[in-house]
């Protein structure tokens, strides 16, 4: 099992930037990719950034191409989302995920959601 909690979510102007924390607890990520996704309301939660074990390899939505970062510290337990430029289309409530393979998903262990708001 592991347990995910996010943190760094809150309101923040058209333009700004956030950066999200996810720490882990129970059993080991480090050998496990990590994943970001996003849920607004009235739709369903989607993808926005993943991550491999090493950190040498992500991916991004098309959305947040280019505008989010996301890394991890293994010794840490720790990944982190970087948001800048952010948009209110980045509205929504951000959840860090846990995989069980190296190098993709599926994901399957789950924080609870820190809200990102995005004003104009």
């Known amino acids: 099992q592991v347990q995910l909690v996010e943190s760094g979510g809150g309101l923040v102007q058209a333009g700004g930037s956030l950066r999200l924390s996810c720490t882990a607890s129970g059993r080991t990520i480090s050998n496990v990719a990590m994943g970001w996704f996003r849920q607004a309301p009235g739709k369903e939660r989607e993808f926005v950034a993943t991550?491999?074990?090493?950190?040498?390899?992500?991916n991004y939505a098309d959305s947040v191409k280019g505008r989010f970062t996301i890394s991890r510290d293994n010794a840490k337990r720790m990944v982190f989302l970087q948001m800048n430029s952010l948009k209110p289309e980045d509205t929504a409530v951000y959840y860090c995920?846990?995989?069980?393979?190296?190098?993709?998903?599926?994901?399957?262990?789950w924080g609870q959601g820190t809200q990102v708001t995005v004003s104009t």
């Open positions: 991550i491999n074990w090493s950190g040498l390899s992500t």
């Open positions: 995920s846990s995989g069980n393979q190296p190098n993709a998903g599926p994901y399957v262990y």
